[in-house]
């Protein structure tokens, strides 16, 4: 065998089943499928995808649904119940109303809030209703001097 091949050497190529020389190995498509960019024919299956009437390999499945989250307004109402507890009371109240639709958590929390809130605020009444006794009572008993 000598380089470059004479017609004999690819003769004796060919008899082993090896491509000749300057031909590529990779130029024609294999069992019928379709050169790379051309499109196959009508009614021939493209590889990876179901037939009709079959199933396709690994259909997912739905995925699942993330948890509801906590509702804000139950979150709302837990901090205003320190803040300023009337406030507390009517997001409390919004949070409840809101939780028996939408299947949010927060219930609990909002609970809380309302709790609190009322008790904040009960306080507070009854702090200025002492504070203005108070005050009828030493303008009532006030000395003069």
């Not at 380089?3 to 190995?25: E, F, I, K, R």
């Not at 179901?50 to 499945?61: V, W």
């Amino acid at each position: 065998m000598s380089w470059p091949p004479q017609d004999g050497d690819q003769d004796q190529n060919q008899a082993y089943g090896q491509p000749q020389y300057g031909q590529p190995q990779y130029g024609q498509p294999q069992y019928g499928q379709p050169e790379y960019g051309q499109q196959p024919q009508y009614g021939q299956p493209q590889y990876g995808q179901p037939q009709y009437g079959q199933p396709a390999y690994g259909t997912p499945y739905a995925a699942p649904q993330a948890a509801p989250g906590t509702n804000l307004m139950a979150i709302l109402s837990l901090v205003f119940a320190f803040v300023f507890s009337p406030a507390g009371i009517v997001l409390g109240h919004i949070a409840k109303r809101q939780l028996k639709t939408s299947g949010e958590s927060g219930d609990g929390i909002a609970t809380a809030g309302l709790v609190i809130s009322y008790i904040f605020t009960g306080i507070t009444v009854l702090a200025c209703c002492g504070f203005g006794a108070l005050a009828i009572f030493a303008s009532q008993n006030g000395t003069t001097g």
